[in-house]
């Protein structure tokens, strides 16, 4: 019984989580690049490049601790599973 309420609590987490795709990171390393480029002849614009950088770098380290989260989840699965 304690299995099903840990896989359903694993499902309806998993199920609230929101990734962000391949493409939607591009767009903002990409904004913040043209951004820092054009900062170098607009000086206030490096501000708004450094905050676009500091998004995207929460991005990827959000997604490697969800991908790392699941990793230990299956693991303990398995374990717990017998094989």
């Excluded at 896989?7 to 962000?20: D, E, F, K, W």
């Excluded at 950088?53 to 299956?74: C, F, N, P, T, W």
Aim: glycine share 10%; aromatic share 6%; charged share 20%.
């Amino acid at each position: 019984m304690s299995v099903n309420s840990r896989q359903s609590r694993r499902i309806s987490s998993l199920l609230g989580q929101r990734r962000v795709s391949g493409v939607a990171m591009m767009a903002i390393l990409s904004a913040a690049f043209v951004c820092g480029l054009v900062g170098f002849f607009i000086r206030g614009l490096w501000v708004v490049s450094v905050i676009v950088l500091a998004m995207g770098l929460g991005y990827v380290v959000a997604d490697a601790r969800r991908d790392q989260r699941e990793i230990l989840d299956r693991r303990s699965d398995d374990i717990e599973s017998g094989g």
